[in-house]
């Protein structure tokens, strides 16, 4: 990966600059990727990422619960009215990837869901989802929510989509 490598960093590489950023594509009650949120992204990529090197990533490894114990991967961050959520892929140790949900105010404390894993493979063998899922994707439609996300059965990955109500008010 190129982004966030300084002039030296690049040169080392045979490559030149990639030039700056300047504006934002944070766009508000869309979902946006962390690295528009300042983790070795827009204005300043180069301060941020050599600010986040310093300052100990990875920001988050793991509820610390046995079911994300041996790795978590591919999240996927929205903005709340007071909180950042991310769901993610989380795996034990049997290697079946599962997703979970924390959320944090300041990318440095985490809230692990107390229902984590909230979306697991389907028990049933004959499923294509049913040794693994990852990739979530939620968006907002209508009145429901939605997840895309990869499932995998053997060695095959496809994408499925759920569908959660929204809440009454």
Same mark, same amino acid.
């Given at each position: 990966m190129l982004l966030g490598k300084t002039e030296e960093e690049l040169a080392a590489m045979g490559r030149t600059s990639l030039g700056q950023h300047t504006r934002s594509h944070i766009e508000p009650g869309l979902l946006t990727n962390i690295?528009?949120?300042?983790?070795?992204?827009? !204005?300043?990529?180069?301060?941020n990422m050599a600010r986040f090197r310093r300052a100990g990533n990875p920001i988050f490894?793991?509820?610390?619960?046995?079911w994300d114990s041996h790795g978590v991967r591919e999240a996927?961050?929205?903005?709340?009215? +007071?909180?950042?959520?991310?769901?993610?892929?989380? +795996?034990?140790?049997?290697?079946? /990837?599962?997703?979970?949900?924390?959320? &944090?105010?300041d990318f +440095?404390?985490?809230?692990?869901? !107390?229902?984590?894993?909230?979306? &697991?493979?389907?028990?049933? +063998?004959?499923? /294509?989802?049913?040794?693994?899922i990852l990739t979530p994707q939620v968006f907002e439609a209508g009145d429901a929510y939605y997840m895309l996300y990869a499932g995998r059965k053997g060695r095959?990955?496809?994408?499925?989509?759920?569908?959660?109500?929204?809440?009454r008010r």
């Open positions: 690295s528009e949120l300042g983790y070795g992204g827009i !204005p300043d990529l180069k301060a490894s793991g509820s610390g619960l046995p996927e961050i929205f903005k709340g009215p +007071r909180y950042f959520h991310i769901l993610y892929g989380g +795996r034990a140790q049997d290697e079946v /990837w599962k997703i979970g949900h924390v959320r &944090t105010q +440095r404390s985490f809230e692990a869901n !107390p229902h984590n894993p909230i979306f &697991t493979p389907s028990l049933d +063998r004959d499923e /294509w989802d049913c040794d693994g095959e990955w496809q994408s499925g989509l759920a569908r959660a109500e929204k809440p």
